[in-house]
């Protein structure tokens, strides 16, 4: 069986919920650590929507990270990562829609894209209108709607599965620009993204993530290596940046 490759940065929300899965899957893989913004003509004949992540196993060729995981669990049913329960595997797919949806909307593509990438990519200001409204609005409305659904205890059906992982993923890049969740107004919320957090594969992608946070696009590679990062021997992200619009799958 060849080895598995993904095209996507570890800071990517939707890359992570698919690193996840292979990790705990416990699958080989390889990985070319780039943001779309930086995607050449190959990625962009793979990914003609511009975004990450992408999987190739053996040939085929897969986009967005909801088709992806969904595949890793047909291709690898253990462990499982979906509810068996029919309800609830409907269940778990809605709250993975809704935290690519609406979470993200709020926490990546109104907060982290705003005080991150426009700075350190494209090197222009934020727009501190959409940071203030994402803060005190958007972001609120969409966990209060969260909190509702989460247990007082454990995972959201018992064991852990797509809907826990995708979830947490978007509050961790969200952490990169200091958000924080109010645990006092939302402590479902807070106590489920950190007993993700604490997974030792969540853990492990971690210290990638946490290697390459403060370094310019062109330094973050060799930090990977140096770090263990399981990288590709090439990269399709050698263009200038260029925007990609929401949501990076």
């Not at 993200?104 to 990438?117: K, V």
């Not at 959409?130 to 509702?148: R, S």
Request: with cysteine; aromatic share 10%; glycine share 4%.
């Amino acid at each position: 069986m060849s080895r598995l490759k993904v095209i996507g940065s570890y800071l990517s929300p939707y890359v992570r919920k698919v690193l996840a899965f292979l990790e705990l899957k416990e699958l080989d893989y390889e990985i070319d650590p780039m943001p779309p913004f930086v995607g050449n003509a190959d990625f962009a004949r793979l990914s003609p929507l511009r975004r990450v992540p992408v999987l190739i196993d053996d040939g085929l060729v897969l986009n967005d990270s909801s088709v992806i995981c969904q595949y890793l669990e047909d291709r690898h049913p253990t462990p499982s990562l979906y509810p068996r329960d029919i309800a609830d595997r409907a269940r778990a797919r809605w709250l993975e829609e809704y935290a690519d949806t609406r979470l993200a909307d709020g926490l990546i593509w109104q907060l982290f894209y705003q005080r991150s990438i426009r700075r350190r990519v494209f090197h222009e200001p934020p727009d501190e209108a959409v940071v203030t409204q994402a803060l005190e609005v958007e972001i609120p409305a969409a966990i209060d709607y969260l909190e509702t659904q989460l247990p007082d205890d454990g995972f959201i059906f018992g064991a852990l599965s797509i809907a826990d992982l995708g979830i947490a993923s978007y509050f961790r890049t969200a952490s990169f620009v200091r958000y924080e969740i109010d645990a006092a107004r939302w402590p479902h919320t807070a106590a489920l993204v950190a007993r993700v957090q604490a997974l030792p594969a969540l853990q492990k992608l971690a210290r990638y993530e946490d290697c390459t946070l403060r370094l310019p696009l062109a330094e973050q590679r060799a930090a990977l290596l140096a770090t263990g990062a399981p990288l590709t021997s090439d990269t399709m992200g050698t263009c200038a940046p260029r925007p990609v619009l929401p949501r990076s799958s």
